[in-house]
């Protein structure tokens, strides 16, 4: 089971992209990159994930590089309410192999400033 | 739009004590997952189930803590007797797969 490693922290411009690096050296060909954030004292949320193509939706964007070793979470406008800590996890679907235990790790704290 | 809700939102309770939190997942996801977070240990998986199955629950003190689902809406993490180390923010996610939501949380002190 591959292990994520993230910087523990960032700041970012408001306005400006914010673009938060993950890890994934060891991932297995069935394993997706999923991304969560944590707005301080809420529970995460869910905000994409990918297998190899990049992907988009309206919060935000995930390049995967082409050894899937690395990929970068993008948000393309950075606001203040998007300060939180962002969590990068490798897992496989449910159907690809059943269930494995995921941790989240520590996550990067993005501080957006104004 | 479909929320995973827990209740209670918070609970003060004394050492010894009984405690239940309640999840209920979004209709039609078949994953439930608990999970603790403090600040010295971040977020823990406690336990997962599928179709209600319970399919992990190794995170999980097993002299203490137990999980169950008696139906699709209701998912229960209780523990018994509670002690001060419990005291942390409990959540409960739904999904179909890894692509989890959570609810907002019960936080929990034990004193």
């Known amino acids: 089971d591959a292990k994520t490693t993230q910087p523990p922290s960032m700041d970012c411009a408001e306005g400006r992209a914010a673009n938060l690096p993950c890890n994934h050296s060891?991932?297995?060909?069935?394993?997706?990159v999923y991304w969560y954030r944590q707005i301080h004292s809420q529970g995460p949320q869910y905000i994409i994930h990918?297998?190899?193509n990049n992907e988009t939706n309206e919060m935000a964007s995930l390049i995967i590089t082409e050894d899937r070793k690395s990929s970068t979470l993008i948000l393309p406008h950075a606001t203040l309410r998007d300060t939180a800590v962002y969590y990068c996890?490798?897992?496989?679907?449910?159907?690809?192999?059943?269930?494995?235990?995921?941790?989240f790790g520590i996550g990067t704290k993005l501080q957006v400033i104004p | 739009d479909a929320r995973v809700t827990q209740t209670p939102r918070h609970k003060v309770t004394e050492m010894g004590q009984e405690v239940t939190m309640r999840c209920q997942p979004i209709?039609?996801?078949?994953?439930v997952f608990w999970y603790r977070q403090t600040m010295m240990q971040g977020l823990e998986l406690l336990a997962y189930?599928?179709?209600?199955?319970?399919?992990?629950d190794s995170g999980m003190p097993k002299d203490r803590f137990s999980a169950e689902m008696p139906d699709a809406t209701l998912a229960t993490l209780k523990i018994q007797p509670s002690e001060p180390r419990d005291s942390a923010v409990y959540f409960c996610?739904?999904?179909?797969?890894?692509?989890?939501?959570f609810g907002p949380g019960t936080r929990l002190t034990v004193t």
């Open positions: 996610a739904s999904g179909l797969s890894y692509e989890q939501y």
């Open positions: 060891t991932i297995s060909g069935n394993e997706y």
């Open positions: 990918g297998l190899k």
């Open positions: 996890i490798a897992a496989r679907t449910m159907n690809s192999g059943g269930y494995q235990k995921v941790t």
């Open positions: 209709l039609g996801h078949n994953t």
């Open positions: 189930f599928r179709n209600r199955a319970p399919l992990d």
